[in-house]
């Protein structure tokens, strides 16, 4: 069983950054893929950004390509999302999740965290 825990949410104005992290408690995440999605209000859930086990690959979703970076530092176990340039548009509730596949669909991972809120004001 892998837990994941993001953080690093929170309240910022158009074009400020942001830098969520997500920590596994349990197996190592070297052992996964991982990736982060996003969920607005009245929305469905959508992919944002996916890396590799080793973070050789990595995958954006249009919308954040050019402002958004995945990273990962197996050592502590920990996966980041960089966030830049933000917009309102990428307000929502950010999850990271583990799977063994590095999949663009919600349904190609096994393991996913709480969620964090990200709000981008105007």
């Known amino acids: 069983q892998v837990q994941l825990v993001e953080s690093g949410g929170g309240l910022v104005q158009a074009g400020g950054s942001l830098r969520l992290s997500c920590a596994a408690n349990?197996?190592?995440?070297?052992?996964?893929?991982m990736g982060w999605f996003r969920q607005a209000p009245g929305k469905e859930r959508e992919f944002v950004t996916a890396?590799?086990?080793?973070?050789?690959?990595?995958y954006y979703a249009g919308s954040v390509k050019g402002r958004f970076t995945i990273s990962r530092d197996n050592a502590k176990n920990t996966v980041y999302l960089q966030m830049n340039s933000l917009k309102p548009e990428d307000t929502a509730v950010y999850y990271c999740?583990?799977?063994?596949?590095?999949?663009?669909?919600?349904?190609?991972?096994?393991?996913w965290g709480q969620g964090t809120q990200v709000t981008v004001s105007s």
């Open positions: 890396i590799s086990w080793d973070g050789g690959r990595t």
């Open positions: 349990g197996r190592t995440l070297s052992n996964y893929d």
């Open positions: 999740a583990a799977g063994r596949f590095t999949a663009t669909m919600a349904a190609g991972y096994d393991y």
